[in-house]
């Protein structure tokens, strides 16, 4: 089955810095990539995702960039604030319709 | 209005016991999910549902059953608890197989 793997686990950055979140899968035939962020005590809520077919996409602060040869995909967080800390969910959906998520990252904003 | 609900959010209960926890979506999706999230933030598929059948069943225990009476709802039904069972229990729906997943709010079951 599908194997995703998410670095760094935790993440520490200074307000204002850039925070980056990377995950690596195994099957090639993968063809959607969201990525999740998941607040403290709340559900986990798709913020961006990224399909085959497109190698990067940007909403505002958030990118996401994907390379399907080295099967790896990035979130790219710029200007951080405190309300970005959280815990952040790289997925896969291979072929068999479904999701597989990475372990998560715990990503903290210092003011 | 809520577009994935689960009930209840908290469920204490002690070992031994059978409880139920129900999902509803009101987004016409056709299919549903349960996730189990544990102590380390893990989010792992459980069970998953298409128009009413189910269409994976990953390795969790036979005390697991999900029930779905009708497409907007997928409830999970647990037998015989047991200590390990403490876990955040997420409902999840999605259009199809490549758009964005939807969660519950979650419940919170704690095994005593």
Not at chain 1, 4 to 32: F, M, R, W
Not at chain 1, 64 to 71: D, E, F, G, Q
Not at chain 2, 79 to 102: H, I, K, M, P, R
């Amino acid at each position: 089955g599908e194997n995703v793997e998410q670095h760094p686990s935790t993440l520490s950055v200074q307000e204002g810095d850039s925070a980056v979140i990377k995950c690596t899968y195994s099957d090639s035939a993968s063809n959607y990539f969201p990525w999740y962020k998941q607040e403290l005590g709340k559900r986990p809520q798709l913020i961006i995702d990224i399909r085959s077919n497109v190698g990067e996409k940007k909403d505002q602060r958030i990118a996401v960039t994907l390379n399907k040869t080295a099967k790896h995909f990035s979130l790219h967080i710029t200007e951080t604030q405190p309300e970005d800390s959280a815990v952040y969910f790289c997925a896969v959906l291979p072929y068999g319709n479904k999701l597989v998520f990475g372990a998560g990252t715990i990503l903290r904003v210092k003011s | 209005d809520t577009a994935v609900s689960q009930t209840p959010k908290y469920l204490v209960t002690q070992m031994g016991n059978d409880k139920s926890i129900k999902c509803e979506q009101n987004l016409g999706h056709d299919t549903m999910y349960w996730y189990k999230q544990d102590s380390k933030k893990f989010l792992k598929i459980m069970f998953s549902y298409n128009n009413k059948e189910l269409i994976i069943n990953e390795t969790v225990p036979n005390r697991f059953s999900p029930k779905s009476p009708d497409k907007a709802h997928l409830n999970l039904h647990i037998n015989s608890l047991e200590l390990g069972d403490s876990a955040v229990y997420f409902c999840a729906s999605s259009q199809d197989s490549n758009t964005e997943a939807f969660f519950g709010q979650g419940t919170r079951l704690t095994v005593v």
